[in-house]
């Protein structure tokens, strides 16, 4: 596996096949960042069930300035942390070793402000659902913020949770990536999810 772009482009990552990590394609990944509608200058990126960190990697190297991995295996850690002292960014970043819940709930408790956020579970276990309600009542996002979700296109997810609301879904093989955007002003926290596939954007 290889960053794509920016900087570090062309830089191998460390991988561990033991780990059972299905990190997503060179070519979903070149696609999530084609579409992000945003300059990651000096962004603040959160990487959930973040595995061997590629996501948060590759925003890194295209130019966030900070980024924060969670995942509650002790072997992904030690993986993420050697993937970036590798590319010599460990400076810029936090990896937490716990539960995506959990993690999530110190972080507010920290009042830390995320402006680009990716969700990678492990496929049908319905924890991509549960992780975007938890997020939009968390108050972890930056105005403007995009959520990137990564889920099996046998789970279903809503098109908005709270302030957060869909507006892309691309199928990339047996997986589906969602864009969800924070609408900071007038959301209401109490607000019902709506279920649903969703078509909009679908490749």
């Known amino acids: 596996m290889k960053v794509r772009g920016g900087k570090f482009g062309g830089s191998k990552l460390k991988m561990d096949s033991g780990l059972g990590i299905r990190p ?25 069930f973040a595995g ?29 942390r050697a993937n970036l002292k590798k590319l010599g ?15 999530i709930n110190q972080l507010s408790l920290e009042g830390a402000k995320f402006d ?6 492990p496929f049908d276990q319905e924890l991509c659902g549960k992780t975007l309600a938890q997020l939009s009542r968390a108050g972890i996002m930056a105005e403007g913020a995009v959520v990137v979700a990564r889920t099996s296109k046998r789970e279903v997810t809503g098109e908005r949770y709270g302030g957060l609301v869909r ?24 607000e019902p999810e709506r279920e649903g596939t ?3 954007g679908i490749e």
Do not use: H
Not at 28 to 42: E, H, R, T, Y
Not at 89 to 103: D, I, N, S, T, W
Not at 116 to 121: E, N, S
Not at 167 to 190: H, I, M, P, Q, T
């Open 167 to 190: 507006r892309d879904l691309r199928k990339y093989g047996d997986s589906l990536v969602g864009f969800y955007f924070w609408r900071c002003e007038g959301a209401d926290k109490n």
């Open 116 to 121: 680009l956020v990716f969700i990678d579970p």
């Open 52 to 80: 061997a960190g590629t996501f948060g990697i590759e925003a890194l190297s295209r130019g966030a300035g900070f980024a924060v991995f969670v995942d509650q295996s002790r072997k992904a850690v030690d993986l993420i």
């Open 24 to 48: 997503a394609t060179g070519r979903v990944k070149g696609a999530v960042f084609d579409i992000l509608p945003m300059d990651l200058s000096k962004q603040l990126a959160l990487d959930l």
């Open 89 to 103: 960014c460990f400076e810029q970043a936090l990896v937490m070793g716990k539960r995506a819940a959990v993690a």
């Open 198 to 200: 969703g078509g909009e």
